[in-house]
């Protein structure tokens, strides 16, 4: 049992280049949400998913694409990296129960470096 | 602006002294959780309080939820090394979608032996 795993561990990108993170988890969960850390800020969400084929915006999704085709892996896409989307990119992963949700499964992060 | 205020931002003690991490909002939580981060790794959760007054009680860790359910604290008795971290809080507003959890900044600390 896996938990989170989290697709590449580092990566540089040039300015305007493109990229797939990549995440998977193995405990049949319904939520999985994509964040960004960075210094001073805290976790802040990009796109969450509440079930296979759906996505929805979060706090700030400018610039990143997401995909949920199946239920275990959740696809989070720089179309034209800027250095400003430099940051630690955290996958999370949690099941439900009645109106709140369980606790939030991360993954080990992603670290992005966009010179 | 962050919705969820932690302080300090930043505190380093020597082992066995106690201290105490806030996490502060004007807005009201369906629920509030502790997470704890280790260098190069993802969160871990530590607590979820969703009752206005409760305490939990971790080891040496004691959580607590505001009366009003706006805010929360982490209280570690006789800290150690082993609890160096950063301490994240994280509420789910009745308000927002199922699952959305807002993120504090995180408090930074650091157990000298």
């Known amino acids: 049992n896996a938990g989170v795993t989290q697709t590449p561990k580092f990566r540089v990108l040039k300015t305007g280049q493109s990229m797939t993170l990549l995440c998977a988890q193995d405990?049949?969960?319904?939520?999985m949400y994509w964040y960004r850390q960075d210094p001073g800020m805290g976790l802040r969400l990009i796109h969450y998913?509440?079930?296979?084929?759906?996505?929805a915006k979060g706090e700030v999704p400018d610039g990143y694409n997401v995909s949920r085709l199946k239920k275990q892996n959740f696809l989070l896409g720089l179309e034209s990296a800027a250095p400003s989307q430099t940051s630690v990119y955290f996958c999370?992963?949690?099941?439900?129960?009645?109106?709140?949700?369980?606790?939030?499964?991360f993954g080990p992060g992603t670290r992005l470096l966009v010179l | 602006t962050q919705l969820l205020e932690q302080s300090p931002q930043f505190l380093s003690i020597q082992e066995g002294e106690n201290l105490t991490v806030y996490c502060n909002s004007s807005?009201?939580?369906?629920?509030l959780q502790w997470y704890r981060q280790e260098p190069g790794e993802g969160p871990v959760l530590l607590v979820t309080?969703?009752?206005?007054?409760e305490v939990k009680k971790l080891k040496r860790l004691t959580f607590q939820f505001g009366d009003a359910r706006k805010d929360s604290s982490l209280h570690i008795t006789a800290a150690q090394p082993g609890d160096t971290g950063l301490y994240l809080c994280?509420?789910?507003?009745?308000?927002?979608?199922?699952?959305?959890?807002?993120f504090g900044a995180g408090t930074q600390v650091v157990v000298t032996p």
């Open positions: 309080v969703v009752t206005g007054g």
């Open positions: 999370a992963s949690s099941d439900r129960q009645g109106r709140m949700s369980k606790t939030q499964y």
């Open positions: 994280a509420g789910e507003r009745a308000t927002d979608s199922w699952g959305k959890l807002q």
């Open positions: 405990m049949n969960h319904e939520y």
């Open positions: 807005s009201v939580f369906s629920s």
């Open positions: 998913s509440v079930g296979e084929g759906t996505t």
